[in-house]
């Protein structure tokens, strides 16, 4: 199949690499022109500046030049074309909905390239950034506006998580397609013949609006569970000392109707699609005079919790953030990513800057760059100038007063022996992701540990007990709550 993938970003430029490992001829189309220059070369450090994904620079270089095509113009390969998968950016706007500047802008000049057509072959336009419900007919409309001749429309939401987005493409877990007519969906079933019948994935044909809403109902939904343990779950376990999470988790989840997904703690879900697309569903069924009472407590939960554990600190460790140096480790939105978008640390920042920090030192394996493009404002410097960005968790500790680890990386795991190597007590431990597996050492030793989902643990008072009444850290603290 002849295949364009319009926008090559987290979702275009692996969905582009793996269509062209099954044989197509895939033509990956972007406005900028860095990055496609960046990904012409071939080159892993330069791919993996614009998206970091384990795998995909290697799926690249394995198919570049042979079915796998980067190009700024299209203008010359729309002749013969199959199909096209739209997969640009929908951030979105103020008021929630969504922004769909870049995808117009896209269908607009698709759509007066494909009128200029020399064949009549049927070409069918796949939506696989999330639209709203409704937008497959709107692309329809534009492609009727400038006269394009037997072009079918379809939705095929992208469900990918960022990390494992190669993986994640060659299996996923079901493959929704929406389309009006079997010629389109015959199209798509060519397209993805690999995944038709298959054992495993669930292959569904439905119309473009069900396909629109599926993406839709999905993020809420796991944007539901993780609020849901993060607003229920944590403040429990944060109320009352004994209760482990760990064990919560378990004895929750081992009920087959009840899903273990999302069910952890955090400071929050970050990412450029979980917040986005409730805000804009919020927006949608607002526009139908339709209640979203459940989606709004969701996204303020998940929003609030993002600098939760800044306002913890203050009210149950008394810890006054004026004037002290932070050690902030983890800055992309989750592990094995560079993605900044929507990212907890981004809340973290503008909580502890409000506060009077004196300095931020933060530290992540793959966002630091990104970060820095982000929080680099020469007008505003004497708030951001604050930031400085260091090489390892350890050199950011150093000199620090307090520590907040915000993203999940696996090497935050083995941070005990660091910080203990590092700085001494008092110090204040404040833990985002529940990373450090032998808090209690670290609390015995008298440094302060405040986990989401735990209460706080105040060293110099576990200290203070005498050796025979220290059964485990673990009951030390006494938690005051806050809103
Ligand atoms: N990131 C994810 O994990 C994820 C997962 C599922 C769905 N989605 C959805 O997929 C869509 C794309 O998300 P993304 O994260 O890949 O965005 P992105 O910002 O990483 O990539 C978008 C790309 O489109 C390009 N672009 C913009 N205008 C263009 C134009 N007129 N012509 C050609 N290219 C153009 C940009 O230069 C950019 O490279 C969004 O709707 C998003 O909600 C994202």
């Given amino acids: 199949m002849k295949i364009i993938v319009v926008g090559t970003g987290f979702v275009g430029l692996p969905h582009a690499a793996v269509l062209s490992e099954y044989g197509h001829e895939v033509h990956a189309y972007d406005i900028d022109e860095a990055r496609i220059k960046a990904y012409k070369s071939g080159e892993r450090t330069r791919i993996e500046r614009y998206v970091n ?75 696989k950034s999330t639209v709203p419900v409704g937008t497959a007919r709107l692309l329809e409309n534009i492609m ?17 998580a960022q990390g494992n987005a190669i993986e994640g493409s060659r299996r996923p877990d079901r493959i929704v397609l929406g389309a009006d007519t079997e010629e389109d969906f015959q199209i798509l079933r060519r397209v993805y013949s690999q995944f038709v019948n298959h054992v495993r994935i669930r292959y569904l044909e439905t119309t473009p609006e069900t396909a629109e809403a599926i993406k839709y109902m999905a993020n809420t939904l796991l944007l539901t569970y993780i609020s849901f343990w993060n607003g229920v779950g944590g403040r429990l376990a944060e109320s009352y000392g004994n209760i482990r999470m760990e064990d919560l988790k378990i004895g929750v989840t081992s009920d087959s109707r009840i899903s273990t ?3 952890y703690v955090s400071n929050g879900a970050g990412g450029s699609c979980f ?14 005079g339709r209640s979203t009472d459940l989606l709004q407590a969701v996204y303020n939960i998940n929003e609030y919790q993002k600098s939760y554990l800044v306002d913890r600190a203050i009210h149950e460790a008394d810890f006054n953030f004026n004037q002290k140096t932070v050690a902030l480790l983890g800055l992309a939105f989750k592990k094995r990513t560079n993605d900044m978008r929507d990212s907890a640390a981004l809340k973290v920042v503008e909580s502890l800057l409000a506060r009077g920090v004196h300095s931020i030192r933060a530290y992540d394996p793959l966002a630091a760059e990104d970060a820095q493009t982000i929080w680099f404002n020469p007008e505003d410097n004497h708030l951001f100038g604050r930031i400085s960005y260091h090489a390892n968790a350890k050199e950011a500790i150093q000199g620090s007063d307090a520590l907040f680890i915000s993203t999940d990386w696996e090497e935050f795991r083995g941070l005990s022996r660091t910080i203990e190597t590092t700085v001494q007590p008092p110090y204040l431990v404040i833990d985002g992701r529940r990373m450090l597996p032998d808090f209690d050492a670290l609390v015995a030793q008298g440094y302060d540990y405040l986990p989401v989902g735990g ?3 105040c060293g110099a008072q576990y200290q203070k007990q005498p050796a025979n009444s220290q059964p485990s850290a673990k009951v030390v603290g006494e938690t005051k709550p806050i809103a």
């Avoid at 950016?89 to 909905?97: A, M, V, W």
């Avoid at 494909?114 to 070409?123: E, G, H, T």
């Avoid at 917040?275 to 139908?288: A, H, P, T």
Wanted: hydrophobic fraction near 40%; charge should be negative; include cysteine.
């Fill in 53 to 127: 994904e384990p795998g995909l620079a290697a799926a690249i270089s394995e198919n570049i030049n042979r079915y796998l095509f980067f190009t700024t113009d299209i203008s010359n390969v729309v002749e013969g074309l199959d199909a096209v998968f739209l997969c640009l950016n929908t951030p979105p706007n103020r008021d929630g909905s969504s922004d769909l500047s870049y995808y117009l802008n896209a269908a607009h000049h698709l759509a007066d390239l494909l009128a200029k057509r020399q064949d009549k072959k049927r070409v069918v336009l796949v939506n």
């Fill in 144 to 160: 009727r506006e400038y006269g394009v001749e037997n072009v079918g429309v379809a939705a095929n939401p992208e469900f990918l």
């Fill in 261 to 263: 997904w999302g069910s």
């Fill in 275 to 288: 917040g986005k697309d409730i805000q804009s569903l919020i927006y949608q069924l607002n526009q139908n």
């Fill in 455 to 457: 209460v706080l643990l």
